[in-house]
């Protein structure tokens, strides 16, 4: 865009966006063309800018959840074992052995990082942020400052984080779940102390940052799009990130009540959460001045609220970046788009309706439990229509074989599986054996790391030269496709299995008990499989910064795809699109008889 | 390549299935059952085994061959095609329809384990107390009411009669446990300022392993406990033992 | 890796590093490393045959010479389920694999030298491991590898009672700390005279738990595992008190003789076996509890000439005594005694009937005849008066006994009794359709 002028680009934008200001402001973003480093890199307005910002923070955190999972993967296979290399350093008071406190520190650890620094962010936070713009044709988000205090938001929540481990006592160790009286009372664990304190105010903090970017989203696809680009011509990346993002509005303000209710308990000592009558470490509640009286399954009640919905807003949006990814590179129009918009809003409206599904052995009332299971498994009926449109799709299609398709790909098989185990989950009297198994870990493992995660890696490789104009390396790519989906399977597909025998999650030695003694062999599988994984994310760091740097430099569409992002040149400089367009068609259409080549993109007129 | 990357997604298909007709040599499978409920839960297991299964094998056979067939290097476009009513109509209406029948077929068991309009009609055998981290069994004394001076508690081990149904009251004095016996197929969580019946009935004698299923802290994995599953008559002079022991003066403690 | 001196010794001979060595040195000799503890044998043992290391006697159907014959018929009837498989491959004559016991090397050892021994009829074989398994008794060796496993992270690699889980000292988390088995002084026990304690005491800790603190029980591991961690326990305590005692010798005597270490483990280990003459045993029937009784025990508990137990543990048995806490300079009311380890201690709320020592009567009455060692609980079962008459006959101490034990009936919603206004769930609403 350097070389176009900018008035022509400010009367485009302006001619875009008739409902939006004067064109007079939007002249005005356009005048600052000599920003200073720091405001072009770090306090950017750019969304573009922003994305990669996320991105970058999620895969940094990635890797911090991922040596988490490492140490909890070390702990099952070879329980109070010496741990190499880093067990002299961390535990030198155990003889180099993980101590039980800090196992439990690292699950909840691993789980609250994967969940609200790495998924989250990732998918709504930096493909968020980055396509929504050019993949509707607007020049930036609708809010270009509060999307940049979204970002901002972050960097609190991260330091909140990184301080609960050191603080006394450790991290958290009540779960990513904090379920009360064990994360509402100090004297229940140990890093319950003001590790939990900060955890809350960490996940207040992403929560104000996902709100942020969620009213930023959904205000700049309702009001920004090209003309032309109507919601049915949407392509459903943006679909799944408009719903998610919906989701996000409406369950957020939930979690936030219920974590500052928490925080309350904890400082103040009020009583929505604590009982009365209890004991622990000595201590009754009430003789440390807490009001007590409370109810835990409030809690309860409200973070699953929030947390269920959450669950959908790690997928939906990993949804409609595979269909996007099939479609291209499978040369053929998506199969059933209207289905798989409403499938969409199905899933995000049910999930609003089945959050009791975690608290069937709660002790919540039985018969509120059945009717959970049939929302429960209503729930199964969008997806699966989600599956067979994916399937459908691939039939009588051209498949390229690119590393962002073979993770689509992968992200389909897996996801069926993460899909299917769910409904043993939805059905009350088989969730009595399998609440809190390994059955459980596998599932959710399965929707969000072999599902979403390997969705995030094909959406990379897919938008990698729209963000850097290069591509990344293909042969590396591949590689690193192949060993990740053969050691993600041998380590969460063994999962089901250790959870069909019956081994509860979120032990630290399991194998002192007779039903479970036979599990370790399984169970050092899984862990070597895991190293294994975690070693293979080489691959895809090398490719990434060599990429970065030393890539193949490619065109504007290199992928020869239909939506708009693809007319913007690679990368898109400040406000993005050196033409005008107008949209005249749905998003996939591939393999059209109406010309020449097998894509006719949205932009195009003929 | 293509040949390469079909046999890998046709690993994982082979993976699911070689699992779930292997697994139980290794014991990596369902421990045998030994209630009188367990059995009603574990063939609504297989029912949904069954047809999950059907599922997995269909849509994962379905990806493995579009890869291999269409993965092809052609020169051709693909089939333009939008969609296709009536197809879709098919795969939405059949896994309806089977989703249903899972929901009606699971109801009634639900409500035999947990509705209390089910329960057997019998006194509660003993409160299981749960908390940071053990389990402790307290049973009544002659005058048959908990909470009392006589009572008997017993930590660690859960004694029962064989073949009886047990209706106990589950409560917890610090955080949120959950009473557990894989073998049972039973699971209830015991949460503090709730009193929370659970009845169950096991038909072979022998000892059980009890575990807590919900983190209850940095113990969490110390929690055991065991079900012990005796005859009658042995539970008879069990108690009868327990009772008398409570009131031992000390001697046998002298050597 | 190596034991290491306490705090405490570390800070009393801070200026003389050498003795540290010298201590740290004899202790090694005396009790071994933690990969490999074990007594020094002295002279008298071997003459005796008495080796508290069962390393070889174990093997024999005698025992180990410690255990009752009802304490080792519990020992094989558990080594029995423990060792099912592996008894039942033995019986198959099939061998593979049956060395593997990660936590009791000793035993893997034991087992391998006689399947690899080729010297060895078959049918000796066969008899020789089925002994070997039907009778197991861990070695110290076998016993540390459990302990590491079990303990170590709450009592500490010495049984300082400082592992991580415990806290540190600046902020302690477990309330109350996990015990510093040094001193040699163990709370709940049988024996009176602040005896230390009978490994049967400790036993009876590992099977029960101490109910209302973080000690579980142990009872998922077998009767020979138990009494091994007992055996380990001991032997980290004797330890501990030999340390203790070689720094009052050098403080006393500023020096310390090479022959001191020996002694002063002889001393300590005489102590130990003195505590078996020590039982607290009532002699006749526990008398059962009636109104009058409990009258009486009203009365002894609040007479302050008598059990003057209300000016600690308070009117109303909440633990609230007068006596319990003082005032600290800031005008904060604090509680008033420490117990021997240094932590401040408060009186047990006797309403909540959890009672650490057990809650059969006779527990009861041990508690308030021999006191609790190492805290400010005094024994009062052989107080006499001015006339030498006792503080409290037998019938007086069973009215006290029943008294307190009936405060646990008083207030069940202190107690941990059903809330009011809460409904189970299932028992109104929806749940019964």
Same mark, same amino acid.
């Given at each position: ?34 920003? *200073? ?84 962010? !990732? ?13 509707? /044709? ?48 100090? %004297? ?79 400082? !103040? ?124 799709? !691939?039939? /009588? ?157 490619? *065109? ?19 406000? +993005?699109?050196?033409? %005008? ?26 | ?255 | ?71 080792? +018929? ?60 039907? +009778? ?23 049984? *300082? ?116 003459? %020590? ?27 008598? *059990? ?126």
């Amino acid at each position: 865009m350097r070389d176009a002028s900018s008035t022509a680009h400010a009367a485009h934008a302006a001619a875009l966006h008739p409902g939006l200001g004067a064109p007079g402001t939007v002249h005005e973003i356009h005048e600052h063309h000599e920003i *200073g480093f720091l405001r072009k890199y770090v306090f950017s307005t750019d969304h573009k800018v922003i994305g990669i910002q996320f991105m970058f923070t999620g895969l940094v955190f990635f890797l911090l959840g991922g040596l988490m999972a490492m140490a909890i993967r070390w702990q099952l296979a070879w329980p109070w074992t010496e741990m190499p290399v880093v067990g002299r350093v961390l535990f030198p008071n155990t003889g180099r052995v993980i101590s039980p406190e800090f196992y439990t520190m690292l699950f909840t650890m691993h789980g609250t990082i994967m969940i609200f620094f790495v998924i989250i962010p !990732l998918l709504t936070g930096a493909f968020g942020n980055f396509l929504i713009p050019l993949m509707i /044709g607007a020049p930036d988000m609708a809010f270009p400052k509060l999307n940049m205090f979204g970002y901002w938001a972050m960097i609190p929540a991260i330091l909140c984080v990184l301080m609960s481990f050191a603080l006394e006592g450790g991290g958290p160790a009540a779960g990513w779940t904090a379920y009360p009286p064990l994360s509402t009372i100090e %004297k229940a664990a140990p890093g319950s102390m003001h590790g939990q304190t900060f955890w809350l105010l960490a996940l207040t903090f992403v929560g104000a940052s996902s709100m942020m970017g969620a009213v930023n989203y959904v205000t700049t696809i309702v009001k920004m799009r090209a003309p032309g680009l109507t919601m049915m011509r949407l392509p459903l990346s943006i679909w799944g990130l408009f719903i998610a993002a919906l989701l996000q509005l409406f369950a957020l303000p939930v979690l936030t009540a219920a974590s500052i209710m928490q925080v309350l308990d904890r400082v !103040l000592h009020t009583g929505f959460f604590t009982p009365t009558n209890l004991l622990v470490n000595q201590m009754t509640p009430e003789s440390a001045g807490a009001a007590a009286g409370g109810q835990p399954l409030l809690w309860q009640h409200l973070f699953w609220f929030y947390s269920h919905p959450a669950v959908y807003i790690m997928v939906v949006p990993a949804m409609g970046f595979a269909s996007d990814i099939l479609s291209t590179h499978a040369r053929k129009p998506l199969f059933g788009y209207k289905p798989m918009v409403y499938s969409i809003m199905a899933i995000a409206g049910l999930g609003f309706i089945v959050w009791g599904h975690h608290m069937f052995m709660s002790g919540m009332n039985p018969a509120l439990g059945m009717t959970f299971m049939v929302s429960t498994i209503l729930i199964a009926l969008p997806s699966c229509v989600k599956v067979f449109n994916w399937l459908a799709t !691939l039939w /009588g299609s051209r498949i390229h074989l690119t590393s962002a398709m073979l993770n689509a790909l992968a992200f389909v098989a897996m996801f069926i599986i993460g899909g299917l185990s769910g409904i043993w989950m939805a059905s009350t009297p088989v969730d009595i054996y399998i609440h809190d198994t390994y059955i459980v870990v596998a599932h959710f493992h399965y929707v969000v790391f072999a599902g979403s995660v390997f969705a995030i890696f094909g959406a990379i490789y897919h938008w990698f030269p729209k963000m850097f104009g290069r591509q990344m390396n293909e042969t590396l790519g591949k590689i690193h496709f192949v060993g990740s989906f053969i050691f993600t399977n041998c380590v969460f597909y063994m999962m089901h299995q250790i959870g069909i025998a019956g081994l509860m999650r979120r032990t630290a030695d399991p194998y002192a008990y007779d039903v479970y003694a036979h599990l370790q062999p399984l169970n050092q599988f899984i862990s070597i499989s895991a190293f294994c994984l975690f070693a293979w994310q080489i691959f895809f760091v090398v490719n990434l910064f060599h990429s970065i740097f030393w890539g193949k430099r490619v *065109g504007r569409n290199p992928w020869n795809a239909c939506s708009l992002e693809w007319e913007a040149p690679s990368p898109p400089g400040h406000g +993005n699109f050196d033409k %005008k367009l107008t949209v005249h068609r749905g998003p996939y259409e591939y393999g059209t008889p109406e010309v020449a080549e097998d894509y006719l993109p949205q932009a195009r007129s003929i | 390549m293509r040949i390469l990357l079909t046999l890998l997604f046709l690993a994982l298909l082979v993976l699911g299935v070689w699992t779930f007709t292997d697994a139980h040599n290794h014991a990596w499978w369902l421990p045998p059952n030994v209630s009188s409920y367990g059995g009603d839960i574990d063939r609504l297991f297989y029912l949904i085994l069954w047809m999950v299964g059907f599922f997995f094998v269909l849509t994962e056979g379905l990806l493995v061959w579009c890869v291999f067939n269409f993965g092809r290097k052609r020169t051709t476009k693909a089939d333009f095609t939008h969609g296709h009513h009536k197809l879709e109509l098919v795969w939405t209406a059949v896994p309806g329809l089977l989703l249903l029948v899972i929901t009606f077929t699971q109801m009634q068991t639900w409500a035999k384990v947990k509705f209390k309009s089910n329960f057997p009609d019998v006194k509660p055998i003993c409160e299981v107390w749960a908390s940071q981290f053990d389990w402790r069994m307290r049973y009544p004394g002659d005058d048959g009411k908990f909470g009392t001076v006589d009572d008997i508690e017993n930590p660690f081990e859960f004694v029962v009669p064989v073949n009886e149904p047990i209706l106990f009251n589950l409560r917890s004095r610090d955080v949120i446990h959950s009473f557990f016996v894989p073998y049972l197929r039973l699971k209830q969580d015991a949460m503090p300022g709730m009193v929370i019946p659970v009845w169950f009935q096991v038909e072979k004698e022998g000892s059980y392993d009890l575990v807590c299923a919900e983190l209850c802290g940095w113990g969490h994995y110390k929690m055991a406990g065991r079900l012990k599953v005796v005859s009658r008559a042995a539970y008879d002079a069990w108690l009868k033992k327990s009772k008398e022991e409570m009131n031992s003066n000390g001697s046998e403690d002298k050597s | 890796m190596h034991y290491t001196l306490s705090t405490a010794t570390k800070t009393s001979l801070a200026s003389a590093p050498e003795v540290q060595d010298q201590i740290l040195g004899s202790l090694e000799m005396l009790f071994g490393t933690p990969q490999n503890p074990s007594y020094l044998r002295t002279k008298d043992w071997a003459d005796a045959e008495f080796d508290p290391n069962h390393a070889e006697l174990a093997a024999d159907a005698g025992g180990t010479g410690e255990l009752a014959e009802s304490e080792m +018929n519990g020992v094989k009837a558990d080594n029995l389920v423990r060792f099912r498989s592996q008894l039942e491959q033995v019986a198959r004559r099939d061998y593979a694999g049956l060395a593997e016991f990660k936590s009791a090397p000793h035993l893997s050892d034991r087992v391998a030298a006689i399947v690899a021994d080729k010297e060895l009829a078959e049918d000796k074989r066969q008899a020789d491991l089925k002994a070997l398994f039907e +009778n197991y008794y861990p070695s110290l060796r076998d016993s540390t590898e459990l302990y590491r496993q079990q303990c170590l992270h709450c009592h500490g690699v010495e049984g *300082g009672g400082d592992g991580p889980t415990a806290g540190s000292v600046e902020h302690p988390f477990l309330d109350p700390r996990p015990r510093d088995y040094r001193l040699g002084k163990f709370k709940f026990t049988a024996v009176k005279d602040k005896a230390r304690p009978r490994r049967q005491d400790l036993y009876r800790v590992l099977d029960q738990g101490v109910y209302g603190t973080a000690m579980p029980s142990f009872r998922r591991f077998s009767a020979a595992e138990r009494w091994g961690l007992v055996d380990y326990v001991r032997m980290l305590a004797i330890r501990g008190e030999v340390e203790h005692d070689l720094v009052i010798t050098f403080q006393d005597d500023e020096h310390l003789t090479a022959e001191a270490p020996l002694a002063a483990f002889q001393d300590v280990w005489t102590k130990w076996q003195a505590a078996k003459e %020590k039982v607290v045993v009532f002699e006749g029937d526990v008398p059962a509890p009636t109104p009058a009784m409990l009258k009486r025990g009203d009365e002894l508990f609040h007479d302050a000439k008598k *059990g003057n137990c209300a000016s600690c543990h308070g009117d109303m048995g909440l633990g609230d005594g007068p006596a319990a806490y003082k005032l600290d300079d800031q005008g904060h009311r604090v509680p008033a005694y420490t117990d021997d380890w240094g932590n401040p201690i408060l009186p047990r709320n006797l309403v909540q009937g959890l009672y650490r020592g057990g809650r059969r009567p006779i527990d009861v009455y041990r508690r308030i005849y021999a006191g609790i060692n190492g805290g400010p609980m005094p024994g009062i079962g052989e107080s006499k008066d001015a006339d030498g008459k006792l503080v409290l006959p037998p019938e007086d101490m069973w009215a006290l006994v029943h008294y307190v034990r009936s405060l646990s009936e008083r207030d069940e919603a202190v107690a941990g009794g059903p809330i009011h206004g809460m409904t189970p769930p299932g028992e109104g609403g929806g749940g019964g359709n």
